[in-house]
Nanobody, 122 residues
Framework: QVQLTESGGGLVHTGGSLRLSCVSS????????MGWFRQPPGKDREFVAA????????RVSDSVKGRFTLSRDNGERMVYLQMNDLEPEDTGVYFC???????????????WGQGTQVTISS
């Protein structure tokens, strides 16, 4: 079982920044991809960004492209989501995920963290 632990959520004003972190317990490289999803209030969970451990290739949602940056630390098995120029529409619970395919569907990810709340005030 792979455990994922997120941190870094909080409350900021419009235009502010936050950095989310996620650490994976997977030291045997059972998973090849780490990603972030978010669930706005009253809406479905949606893809944000994902990165492949091996080569750092990424996929990023159009809704956050240019504002959010995903990076990784292979040695520590951590991924970081730097979120800049935040908007009220970015509010939601952000979930870290792990899988084997660099996909945008929830079905591509077998492991999930508990989530961290991100709130953007206008």
């Amino acid at each position: 079982q792979v455990q994922l632990t997120e941190s870094g959520g909080g409350l900021v004003h419009t235009g502010g920044s936050l950095r989310l972190s996620c650490v994976s317990s997977d030291r045997s490289y059972r998973t090849q991809v780490m990603g972030w999803f978010r669930q706005p209030p009253g809406k479905d969970r949606e893809f944000v960004a994902a990165v492949k451990w091996a080569d750092g290739s990424t996929r990023v949602s159009d809704s956050v492209k240019g504002r959010f940056t995903l990076s990784r630390d292979n040695g520590e098995r951590m991924v970081y989501l730097q979120m800049n120029d935040l908007e009220p529409e970015d509010t939601g619970v952000y979930f870290c995920s792990a899988g084997v395919v660099l996909g945008t569907s929830r079905n591509a990810y077998a492991y999930w963290g508990q989530g961290t709340q991100v709130t953007i005030s206008s």
